[in-house]
């Protein structure tokens, strides 16, 4: 029998606020344990939270830019569970009324084909603190406790674990592209519970589904994922049944081994969280906030290759980190197209290879949007040749400085003056006999032995295609003698 994968996640991630969920604690990493705690977050009894605003704020922008409908009126609830890293044994999270319902995102498969992913709600909770394990103890560490969480849930629209990673990578993008979390996986930023089920091919009623809990890397995910859909596609087929259940993902055995059979939701007993009044949002503040949002990488990439006539390709890879897109946009403000995509080649080739190199970020590098703006314009005018904008570019890159300038105060301007190339050309072959009596024995490439040296006599200023141009032309003309 043919199966089909349901697949959907539940993707916590961390939201960017300074201060945690509940209390003023800040939210600091490498800190020593238990530095940033406050009765509240440790979870004393009788301690009173505080909703943090920004983070209201930062979920609510989140749920605009995937195109959620945002609830006016969202409210608190005690989820109560035991767990020694969790000391007042509830977590404080959003279960009958969360900020954010519906949206989704549109995903490219790897055949070009398109799906839409809806998201079933968004809602707010706090982090629970983190154990660590010694030698011979253990120990909780309550800085990460009421970190800010925003839980987005999807609907079971995927099918395969290309469409979770091709899901993920998507929501990832937007979520930093709108600056509300930073998304960094290794720090567990961003975490995901994963759902999978299967049914034959065309049944309405979905499996028995088993989660895999908290996997934070999308290599993990793809790999657990498919496992999991070898495992249940086993399973059928020898007549077992599929147990509800949750697993984990053993990254050195690259399987999944079962943890526990999974709760019901009433288990965690829910109640609102008495001590908390619901946030209220007006029509003005949500407002407010959409105003905020950045331009989506979908809509970004579309206008860059209609703004700078840039390949669709280039703008992909441009647009899939803000800053680089960011910086190439101030670059290229004002060029007129052929400017503007000779900018981006040398972006794409030259510039990413500098960065590579380097370790450097182009924020972090000397050379300002201005000043590669200015090269790509000197070398496109003529001002400079091809082999000067090469040299002065690592340069401009490393140590900053204004293109103009430079090649004014060292006189580096090309020389396309073909009556001062030819006067080269003719030093050249005159300095050079054997070179021309090999090109007339058929050696074609002395030619360029004799183009090497007129640009080293021009110090490496001629224009390089016109003196290829008269060396051709006057080794020709030996040659028929
Ligand atoms: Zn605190």
Redesign the pocket.
């Known amino acids: 029998m043919e199966f089909e994968n349901t697949i959907g996640l539940e993707t916590h991630v961390q939201l960017k606020t300074k201060t ?1 969920m509940f ?3 800040l939210l600091k990493t490498g800190c020593e344990p238990n530095r ?3 009765p ?3 979870g004393y009894p009788g301690a009173l939270p505080v909703a943090n605003k920004e983070a209201v704020k930062l979920t609510v922008m989140s749920g605009l830019m995937l195109g959620c409908s945002i609830n006016r009126r969202a409210t608190f609830d005690r989820k109560n569970y035991f767990y020694p890293d969790m000391a007042k044994d509830y977590q404080i999270s959003e279960n009958g009324n969360p900020l954010c319902i519906g949206g989704g995102i549109e995903i490219t498969r790897p055949d070009g084909t398109r799906k839409f992913i809806r998201i079933n709600h968004i809602h707010l909770e706090e982090d629970a603190a983190k154990i660590n394990h010694y030698a011979v103890s253990s120990g909780v560490d309550f800085n990460r406790g ?1 970190t800010p969480l925003m839980e987005i849930v999807s609907e079971p629209d995927m099918e395969s674990a290309d469409d979770a990673i091709a899901y993920l990578t998507a929501l990832k993008e937007m979520l930093v592209y709108a600056g509300v979390s930073d998304c960094n996986l290794e720090e567990g930023n961003m975490r995901s519970d994963v759902n999978i089920s299967i049914r034959p091919v065309g049944a309405e009623k979905l499996g028995t589904k088993v989660e895999i809990k908290n996997m934070n890397s999308f290599s993990g995910i793809h790999a657990a994922l498919l496992h999991e859909a070898r495992r249940q596609r086993e399973c059928a087929a020898a007549g077992f049944p599929i147990v509800q259940e949750t697993r984990r993902w053993d990254a050195e055995a690259m399987e999944t081994a079962s943890m526990r059979s999974k709760e019901n939701a009433h288990d965690y007993r829910y109640f609102p969280e008495p001590d908390l009044v619901p946030v209220e949002l007006s029509e003005e503040q949500i407002e407010a906030w959409r105003r905020l949002l950045p331009e989506k990488p979908e809509a970004r990439r579309a206008r860059m290759v209609a703004d700078y006539g840039i390949a669709e390709y280039d703008a992909e890879v441009l647009s899939q980190h803000k800053e680089n897109a960011d910086w190439f946009e101030e670059a290229a403000a004002g060029l007129d197209k052929k400017t503007a995509k000779a900018l981006c080649n040398l972006y794409m080739g030259d510039v990413m290879a500098l960065m590579n190199a380097s370790g450097k970020s182009i924020r972090e590098c000397a050379m300002s949007p201005a000043a590669l703006a200015s090269l790509v314009k000197l070398a496109t005018a003529g001002t400079i040749n091809g082999p000067t904008l090469k040299e002065l570019l690592p340069e401009i890159f490393e140590k900053g400085g204004d293109p103009e300038a430079i090649v004014k105060e060292r006189g580096l301007g090309a020389v396309s003056d073909a009556g001062a190339i030819e006067a080269l050309v003719d030093q050249a072959i005159a300095a050079n006999p054997k070179s021309v009596a090999d090109f007339k024995s058929g050696k074609k490439a002395a030619a360029g032995f004799i183009v090497g040296q007129v640009m080293k006599l021009s110090k490496g200023k001629a224009d390089p295609k016109i003196a290829g141009r008269l060396v051709a032309e006057r080794l020709a003309a030996a040659a028929a003698q």
């Open positions: 945690k209390c003023g604690c940033n705690v406050c509240v977050c440790l009421g």
